[in-house]
């Protein structure tokens, strides 16, 4: 972990090695390093409170066991995703990057495993966002 703050402008995120975390074992450095840079890069234009609200109702999803009602639930959080990105004011296009990133994963998530590697993966923006920017409300 570093705090530097030198951007890379040309990160490209890794979408499905974040949702086949599961298939990814020997890389799973690899993965967690990946979801780092993202939030390291992309992260300020979010508060911590932003993002805690979402992870919490993903967090709450977890305990439903039909896995086509979870995975509906998820996707029903996409508006709100919309909603978030449209309030935001400091460093909009960097928000609206990790916004997008994460609705796109959303539908992308279409089994148990993925539902619990975007779980994983909200975890750790949470985690690396607060390291990262920890003066964001």
């Not at 300020?44 to 992870?55: A, E, F, H, P, V």
């Amino acid at each position: 972990m570093s705090k530097g703050n030198d951007n890379n402008p040309k990160f490209e995120f890794k979408e499905e090695m974040v949702l086949n975390m599961h298939e990814h074992k020997a890389n799973f450095d690899e993965v967690v390093n990946h979801i780092e840079k993202f939030v390291k890069d992309y992260g300020k234009g979010l508060s911590t409170s932003q993002l805690r609200n979402i992870y919490a109702k993903i967090k709450k999803l977890a305990s439903e066991k039909n896995i086509e009602e979870k995975i509906s639930q998820l996707k029903s959080l996409r508006p709100q995703l919309a909603y978030i990105t449209a309030r935001l004011t400091a460093d909009k296009e960097n928000g609206k990057k990790m916004i997008s990133t994460m609705d796109s994963l959303i539908q992308q998530v279409k089994t148990k495993e993925q539902f619990d590697n975007f779980m994983y993966f909200m975890e750790s923006v949470v985690a690396y966002h607060k390291f990262h920017h920890p003066k964001s409300a």
